[in-house]
């Protein structure tokens, strides 16, 4: 944890939570980022762990977690996300 004071003045403390997540979830939430024009398909697959992983997190913070939207992507985008996604994270199968 660690207390960070913000533009009010007042020190809050933040605190890092772990939460599990399978591949299908982080391929779900890159897959969100695609649909909202943060990324497209190109650059997904030249990320690397750390990115993907970024990118996922960002999504939960900006959508949360109830607001993935990934009905608008094509069936062909979600199987070549998500095979990359397993072919990235192999310890998450």
Do not use: C
Request: charged share 30%.
């Amino acid at each position: 944890m660690r207390a960070t004071e913000y533009k009010d003045g007042i020190k809050r403390i933040k605190a890092k939570i772990e939460v599990p997540m399978s591949e299908l979830d982080v391929g779900n939430y890159v897959l969100s980022a695609l649909t909202h024009n943060a990324v497209n398909l190109t650059q997904i697959q030249k990320l690397n762990k750390r990115e993907l992983l970024q990118l996922a997190k960002n999504e939960v913070k900006e959508k949360g977690i109830k607001s993935v939207s990934i009905e608008s992507v094509d069936n062909d985008t979600k199987v070549i996300v998500r095979n990359y996604i397993k072919q990235m994270f192999p310890e998450l199968q």
